[in-house]
Nanobody, 123 residues
Framework: VQLQASGGGLVQAGGSLRLSCAAS????????MGWFRQAPGKEREFVAIIIWSSGGTYYADSVKGRFTISRDNAKNTMYLQMNNLKPEDTAVYYC?????????????????WGQGTLVTVSS
């Protein structure tokens, strides 16, 4: 199983980016996929999760109303649309996948991880 994250970059505060995570080797139709992020010197933290079959979503309070997680079944790809970005959103963003339908927010609940993509928001 491979998860390939892409779409990171440098953006000014208030700007937008869209991250993608392409899955190969399996689908997560009986599970969920999520986004996490890790800033320098900090723990990896939950950002958002989507239940693949239902499209149900759940967000961290820090990104609610600004970020939108979605998926494309045909492409087996997950997205994270990030709007109104803030300097505190600067981090390496990781996509992850797991079996099971519940809203897991702890990194240890995920079995599959992408390599990460860097998002830098300048003030």
């Amino acid at each position: 199983v491979q998860l390939q994250a892409s779409g990171g970059g440098l953006v000014q505060a208030g700007g937008s980016l869209r991250l993608s995570c392409a899955a190969s080797g399996r689908t997560f139709s009986s599970g969920a996929m999520g986004w996490f992020r890790q800033a320098p010197g900090k723990e990896r933290e939950f950002v958002a999760i989507i239940i693949w079959s239902s499209g149900g979503t759940y967000y961290a309070d820090s990104v609610k109303g600004r970020f939108t997680i979605s998926r494309d079944n045909a492409k087996n790809t997950m997205y994270l649309q990030m709007n109104n970005l803030k300097p505190e959103d600067t981090a390496v963003y990781y996509c992850a996948g797991r079996s099971g339908y519940y809203y897991a927010t702890a990194p240890e609940n995920y079995s599959y991880w992408g390599q990460g993509t860097l998002v830098t928001v300048s003030s």
